[in-house]
């Protein structure tokens, strides 16, 4: 079945970086448009970024665009979210999500949702 | 920029019941819209996109209907386990704008 599997959350300090991980399972990659949305601790949900089938073609909210960067590795199924120059209003829970098909713009798989905290 | 308005912000209903939950864009979507259900600590759960069209397992009491500006998801026959905040989505333009959720509890 489909799975999305996250890792590489933690704690960073203000200006600093990390990478998420997201790995899939059950389906390919490169045959879906994928996401990465984040929700700030008792907050709402916030899409962050969007990358296209052959990877080529990204979106960024005005938030992250600059100092967020998606990618995805076809050989091993995997998605990826380099954050840099990190700010503490970048704390929130980060998941990776799978649109139901093509331009449909709903999400109907997500990865479990690691956490970032950005803190000195 | 649109912006999409949930409303009420928590809704208290008694189980067996049916709620109602709205959002409404500030601009016309179409019918370009998704609900979703998220439980505490857990990612949210596709319930409905394209305004009625139910995700793959989602059980029929569950149902969307609305077009251009006013959306609605109707939960009938409510069970304890509908007890989530439920937030709806708009994907057109690229946008992938959340509503800021209506908190469901059951009585």
């Known amino acids: 079945q489909v799975q999305l599997v996250q890792s590489g959350g933690g704690v960073v300090q203000p200006g600093g970086s990390l990478t998420l991980s997201c790995a899939a399972s059950?389906?390919?990659?490169?045959?879906?448009?994928m996401h990465w949305v984040r929700q700030a601790p008792g907050k709402g949900l916030e899409w962050a970024t969007f990358?296209?089938?052959?990877?080529?073609?990204?979106l960024y909210a005005d938030s992250v665009k600059g100092r967020f960067t998606v990618s995805r590795d076809t050989s091993t199924n995997t998605l990826y979210l380099q954050m840099n120059s990190l700010r503490p209003d970048d704390t929130a829970v980060y998941f990776c999500?799978?649109?139901?098909?093509?331009?449909?713009?709903?999400?109907?798989?997500w990865g479990q949702g690691t956490l970032v905290t950005v803190s000195s | 920029e649109l912006v999409l308005m949930q409303s009420p912000g928590t809704l208290s209903v008694s189980p067996g019941e049916a709620a109602t939950l709205s959002c409404r864009a500030s601009?016309?979507?179409?019918?370009?819209l998704a609900w979703y259900q998220q439980k505490p600590g857990r990612p949210p759960r596709l319930l409905i996109y394209?305004?009625?069209t139910r995700a793959t397992g989602v059980p029929d009491r569950f149902s969307g209907s609305g077009s251009g500006t006013d959306f609605s998801l109707t939960i009938s026959s409510l069970q304890t386990e509908d007890s989530a905040v439920y937030f709806c989505?708009?994907?057109?333009?690229?946008?992938?704008?959340f509503g800021q959720g209506t908190k469901l509890e059951i009585k």
């Open positions: 999500a799978k649109e139901v098909g093509l331009g449909t713009g709903a999400f109907d798989s």
């Open positions: 059950g389906f390919t990659l490169s045959r879906y448009y």
């Open positions: 990358i296209s089938l052959e990877g080529t073609n990204t």
């Open positions: 601009q016309n979507i179409g019918i370009d």
């Open positions: 394209g305004s009625f």
């Open positions: 989505q708009n994907y057109a333009h690229w946008s992938h704008r």
